[in-house]
């Protein structure tokens, strides 16, 4: 008996008897760039989620100063468009896919630098751990980027980054890159070869208009598939945090756990998420706490924004420290624990997963 059909006996115990006609039948399938079902089922419809990504951690301590090396050797300019890092999967060939449908990369731009105008259909966004002197200007509004902020480039918006600061800057890039490309969905456009429009402001048109808690222009009364509202400023999600553990001080159930609050970022015009594809939250444990472990659909990746703390990925436990990142794919369980106030961003695909109803989660002891 072949290999494969070996390998599928014992995993189905439901093979035809290996003759001569069926190595024949087999050998005409593959002439004509056909796979029978019944020698592939446990591939294909697996009893859980199986992805090709592995759970994994990087260290912020090996990124940034490679980003830095970068910042020396490689330009920025037209064609590279980005002096962009991406975190290649050690389960997925090589790519430079984060998991199977995100994209993760440290970007690093250094003094007086423009990286240039373009747009693509896949969402972006960026995210601050430390820094500041770099605006993203998107569709003409230029957007500061400081620590802590979230900011967005949903799909198909001209933007282009520059830094009027005196010193390099770093930050974590977001993207649905490998869920596009799977699904040939992508564009790509050059902008106007034109250096970045340097203008400072304190606050973006989009957050003019859209920045105030509970309150709607009544020029904006639309909903949009991604929030209109290009920055989500740490002072807001800082406050938000604390006043969610300062309620649990008082024994108010506010929180996502004992010890635990959390936040999701939403599109202030329909209450769900900000871009179509991704979702972003933020979590703060207080020093001691830990969350239960998780399994979930689809893939989620965090990043240490400040603290020190573990988490338990895959059965493994791993210590984390401000910038460290991490990957869960799909199904893999994770769960953190805090040595110190520990504070990390968030963001997943669930946004496509319950689009699709293929979401499905499980917590322990739940």
Same mark, same amino acid.
């Given at each position: 008996?072949?290999?494969?059909?070996?390998?599928?006996?014992? =995993?189905?115990?439901?093979?035809?008897?290996? %003759?001569?006609?069926?190595?024949?039948?087999?050998?005409?399938?593959?002439?004509n760039h056909l796979n029978p079902l019944w020698t592939q089922t446990g591939s294909l419809m697996p009893m859980t989620? &199986?992805?090709?990504?592995?759970?994994? /951690?990087?260290?912020?301590?090996?990124?940034?100063?490679?980003?830095?090396?970068? #910042?020396?050797?490689?330009?920025?300019? *037209?064609? $590279?468009?980005?002096?962009?890092? !991406?975190?290649?999967?050690?389960?997925? $060939?090589?790519?430079?896919?984060?998991?199977?449908?995100?994209?993760?990369?440290?970007?690093?731009?250094?003094?007086?630098?423009?990286?240039?105008?373009?747009?693509?259909? @896949?969402?972006?966004?960026?995210?601050?751990?430390? #820094?500041?002197?770099?605006?993203?200007?998107?569709? !003409?509004?230029?957007?500061?980027?400081?620590? #802590?902020?979230?900011?967005? &480039?949903? $799909?198909w918006r001209f933007h282009g980054h520059h830094n009027v600061a005196t010193e390099p800057m770093a930050w974590i890039?977001?993207?649905?890159?490998?869920?596009?490309?799977?699904?040939?969905?992508?564009?790509?456009?050059?902008? =106007?070869? *034109?250096? &970045?429009?340097?203008?400072?402001?304190?606050?973006?048109?989009?957050?003019?208009?859209?920045?105030?808690? !509970?309150?709607?222009?009544?020029?904006?009364?639309?909903? %949009?598939?991604?929030?209109?509202?290009?920055?989500?400023?740490?002072?807001?999600?800082?406050?938000?945090? &604390?006043?969610?553990?300062?309620?649990?001080?008082?024994?108010?159930?506010?929180?996502?756990?004992?010890?635990?609050?959390?936040?999701?970022?939403?599109?202030?015009? %329909?209450?769900?998420? /900000?871009?179509?594809?991704?979702?972003?939250?933020?979590?703060?444990?207080?020093?001691?706490?830990?969350?239960?472990?998780? @399994?979930?659909?689809?893939? %989620?990746?965090?990043?240490?924004?400040?603290?020190?703390? =573990?988490?338990?990925? $895959?059965?493994?436990?791993?210590?984390?420290?401000?910038?460290?990142?991490?990957?869960?794919?799909?199904?893999?369980s994770w769960s953190l624990e805090a040595e110190t106030q520990f504070d990390l961003f968030r963001f997943s695909d669930?946004?496509?997963?319950? =689009?699709?109803?293929?979401?499905?989660?499980?917590?322990?002891?739940?």
């Open positions: 008996m072949n290999e494969e059909l070996d390998h599928e006996t014992v =995993a189905h115990g439901m093979q035809p008897e290996d %003759t001569p006609e069926l190595r024949a039948l087999y050998q005409g399938f593959k002439d989620p &199986t992805s090709d990504a592995v759970p994994y /951690v990087w260290k912020w301590s090996d990124l940034l100063p490679l980003a830095e090396k970068s #910042g020396e050797l490689v330009p920025v300019g *037209r064609g $590279g468009e980005r002096r962009a890092i !991406g975190l290649a999967n050690p389960g997925l $060939g090589g790519a430079a896919y984060v998991s199977p449908t995100l994209w993760c990369a440290i970007q690093y731009l250094c003094p007086g630098e423009n990286a240039p105008e373009h747009r693509h259909a @896949q969402n972006a966004f960026r995210f601050v751990v430390e #820094g500041e002197g770099v605006w993203t200007v998107v569709d !003409g509004d230029p957007v500061r980027m400081s620590r #802590g902020d979230l900011l967005l &480039t949903p $799909g890039d977001g993207l649905d890159i490998p869920f596009s490309r799977q699904m040939d969905v992508g564009f790509f456009e050059f902008g =106007a070869d *034109r250096v &970045t429009d340097n203008a400072t402001p304190q606050f973006s048109q989009g957050e003019r208009l859209w920045g105030h808690p !509970g309150l709607r222009p009544l020029s904006g009364l639309e909903n %949009t598939v991604s929030s209109p509202l290009a920055a989500f400023r740490w002072e807001h999600t800082d406050r938000a945090l &604390t006043e969610q553990l300062l309620l649990e001080d008082e024994g108010q159930p506010a929180t996502a756990g004992p010890g635990h609050a959390a936040i999701r970022y939403v599109n202030p015009t %329909t209450g769900g998420d /900000v871009m179509p594809t991704i979702r972003c939250e933020f979590h703060r444990l207080r020093a001691g706490a830990s969350t239960p472990a998780r @399994q979930e659909v689809g893939s %989620t990746v965090f990043q240490v924004f400040e603290g020190e703390g =573990a988490v338990v990925l $895959g059965g493994e436990r791993r210590k984390l420290s401000k910038g460290d990142l991490f990957v869960a794919p799909s199904w893999v669930a946004p496509i997963m319950e =689009a699709l109803h293929f979401m499905r989660t499980k917590v322990s002891g739940a």
